[in-house]
């Protein structure tokens, strides 16, 4: 299976301040239709995930630019611009160019 | 506005047997490959299971693969997974997703499975 690694798992985060989470896999993510598949999700206590970023940079409905996803092969990152209270959350990169799809361990966003 | 619920969870002995479903709502259905995916309590995220919008095709994570069935009912908007031979390891929240890498993705709010004598 792919694994998928991702750092920091907790990082101290302050609101207005810029935050960033990498995600490395195993393999390359790149498929061969052209489409590297590379996600990002949202959780938070109690709730389901919830998707921001798909295939790398494309953001969902009603997710703030201030979130922006990046990278491409192995490496990727999640960036917030500007860190705001409902950031927090654990927040996991997911692959799904190979079966069986697997996530990322998570980051837990909290404000200090 | 789409939606996914998820039913059926609950309290089993090890080596029982459970049925999830999930019905969806708000979106069409039948043109989505589906999903379940499990959370152990405090745990990541594990895909489970995957089918094709048709239903014809099914692939399973190692940990569930000859236990547990991937189904659909187009007809009725509603996905299952049929769990069997459960092991204390299969404790979790169980989502349904619709594919996760469409223009638009849905998740249930969950069901929990408890597997435990």
């Known amino acids: 299976d792919v694994v998928m690694t991702q750092s920091p798992l907790s990082p101290p985060v302050t609101l207005g301040q810029p935050a960033s989470i990498s995600c490395r896999s195993s393999?390359?993510?790149?498929?061969?239709?052209?489409?590297?598949?590379l996600n990002w999700f949202q959780q938070r206590p109690g709730q389901p995930p919830r998707r921001l970023i798909y295939k790398v940079s494309n953001r969902d409905s009603g997710v703030p630019d201030r979130l922006s996803g990046s990278g491409s092969g192995t490496d990727f990152t999640l960036k917030i611009s500007r860190v705001e209270a409902e950031d927090v959350g654990v927040y996991y990169c997911?692959?799904?160019?190979?079966?069986?799809?697997?996530f990322g361990q998570g980051t837990k966003l909290e404000i200090k | 506005e789409a939606q996914l619920v998820e039913s059926g969870g609950g309290l089993v002995q090890p080596g029982g047997s459970l049925r999830l479903s999930c019905a969806a709502s708000?979106?069409?259905?039948?043109?989505?490959?589906m999903h379940w995916v499990r959370q152990a309590p405090g745990k990541g995220l594990v895909w489970v299971s995957r089918i094709n919008n048709g239903g014809g095709y099914t692939t399973y994570a190692d940990s569930v693969k000859g236990r547990f069935t991937i189904s659909r009912d187009n007809a009725k908007n509603t996905l299952y997974l049929e769990m069997n031979s459960l092991r204390a390891e299969d404790t979790g929240v169980y989502y349904c997703?619709?594919?996760?890498?469409?223009?638009?993705?849905?998740w249930g709010q969950g069901t929990l499975v408890i597997v435990s004598s």
């Open positions: 997911m692959q799904g160019t190979h079966w069986p799809y697997t």
């Open positions: 393999q390359s993510l790149a498929h061969s239709d052209g489409n590297t598949y």
């Open positions: 708000g979106f069409t259905f039948s043109s989505y490959w």
């Open positions: 997703a619709s594919e996760v890498f469409a223009y638009e993705n849905y």
